[in-house]
């Protein structure tokens, strides 16, 4: 379940079955199994690079960027059988463990070779809440988006709802992976539980200053989260 070289946990990202849930937007029972597999029937989707964290199941920033391409091909229509396909014959094509969660794979050369294998293996992506079909190349876009990249190519952070909280990112050496402003790096849980506590955004800023306005984007996240799993 662990890779011969363990990732520092100070620099991986530790992610719990309920956060990745959150982030991804997918039921905390479907992630399990994603991450876990399922005694006797399925498999494990990921390579999981840390196993268990404090008693607890956990995987790394490295994972998270992975189990979001699963959830947003799962919320398109595939199969679990089919991702998981393409994610193995990815990986063996590309020569990489984790091509999900570089920049690798969004290159022209490396859509064309997703494409190929979703094909080869009779994928269609049709989404389920607009009775359409998708490109895709839709889909592979919309996981580009929203993610930032190292030199190397590396996924290295990741903004989860740029659309009510653009400042709001999701970073491995940032406060273990925990959601928080991009300037200020304060993490968006502490921020709201402060204002909750306080009863003032406003206050709250200035304790902590930062604009009042990023204070109340930490508020929405924070409760966009509560709703997503």
Same mark, same amino acid.
């Given at each position: 379940?662990?890779?011969t070289?363990?990732?520092?946990? +100070? !620099? ?6 309920? %956060?990745?849930? %959150? ?12 991450? %876990? ?12 690079q ?7 199941v ?9 189990? &979001? ?11 679990? &059988? %089919? ?8 990986k063996?094509? +590309? !020569?990489?463990?984790?091509p ?42 919309? +996981? ?38 991009k ?14 506590? !306080?009863?003032?955004? #406003?206050?709250? #800023? ?10 109340? !984007? ?12």
């Amino acid at each position: 379940m662990r890779k011969t070289s363990d990732p520092d946990l +100070l !620099e991986s990202g530790i992610y719990t079955i309920p %956060e990745v849930a %959150e982030l991804v937007q997918a039921p905390q029972e479907i992630v399990r199994v994603w991450v %876990e597999g399922h005694t006797g029937k399925q498999v494990a989707v990921i390579d999981n690079q840390l196993g268990r964290v404090g008693g607890k199941v956990a995987v790394s920033f490295t994972n998270l960027m992975e189990l &979001r391409f699963v959830a947003t091909f799962a919320s398109a229509g595939v199969g679990l &059988r %089919e991702i998981r396909k393409i994610m193995d014959e990815v990986k063996q094509t +590309l !020569e990489h463990p984790h091509p999900f969660a570089t920049h690798t794979i969004f290159k022209t050369d490396g859509k064309k070779i997703v494409a190929e294998i979703a094909q080869r293996n009779g994928v269609s992506i049709y989404d389920l809440r607009t009775k359409n079909f998708e490109m895709l190349a839709v889909v592979m876009k919309s +996981l580009k988006d929203d993610v930032a990249y190292d030199p190397q190519g590396d996924a290295i952070s990741w903004r989860p709802r740029p659309k009510i909280a653009p400042n709001v990112i999701v970073h491995p050496h940032f406060s273990f992976g925990r959601p928080v402003l991009k300037d200020s790096r304060i993490p968006t849980a502490t921020l709201a539980q402060s204002a909750k506590v !306080e009863g003032s955004a #406003a206050f709250v #800023a200035d304790i902590f200053d930062v604009p009042e306005r990023q204070v109340r !984007e930490a508020i929405r996240f924070e409760q966009e989260l509560r709703k997503a799993a």
